[in-house]
C-alpha cells in the first residue's frame, strides 16, 4: 500500500467516488475511513485524518491508467 498526505476535498472527493463504484466505504469510532471491494472484502484505501489533511493508504492498482 502508498501512503500519502492528502488535503480534505481530496479525501472526500475520493471517498464518494469509490462509493459510486461500488466500493464499500465505512467510517469507525476514531474518524478512520476504509474503502472495500465489493466482491472480495479486500481494503483498497484507508485516509485518517491529521492536523493539516489526511493521511490516505491506498493499493496502487486502485488509482492506475487504464
Known amino acids: 500500500m502508498i501512503a500519502r498526505m492528502w488535503t480534505k476535498k481530496e479525501t ?3 471517498l464518494a467516488g469509490l462509493r459510486r ?3 464499500t466505504v465505512a467510517k469507525d469510532d476514531g474518524g478512520l475511513y476504509k ?3 465489493p466482491v472480495t472484502g479486500k481494503q483498497v484505501f484507508a485516509a485518517m485524518p ?3 489533511g489526511y ?3 491506498y493499493v ?3 488509482f492506475a491508467d487504464a
Open 12 to 14: 472526500q472527493k475520493t
Open 21 to 23: 463504484a461500488g466500493y
Open 35 to 37: 474503502a472495500r471491494e
Open 50 to 52: 491529521g492536523t493539516r
Open 55 to 57: 493521511l490516505v493508504r
Open 60 to 62: 496502487s492498482e486502485l
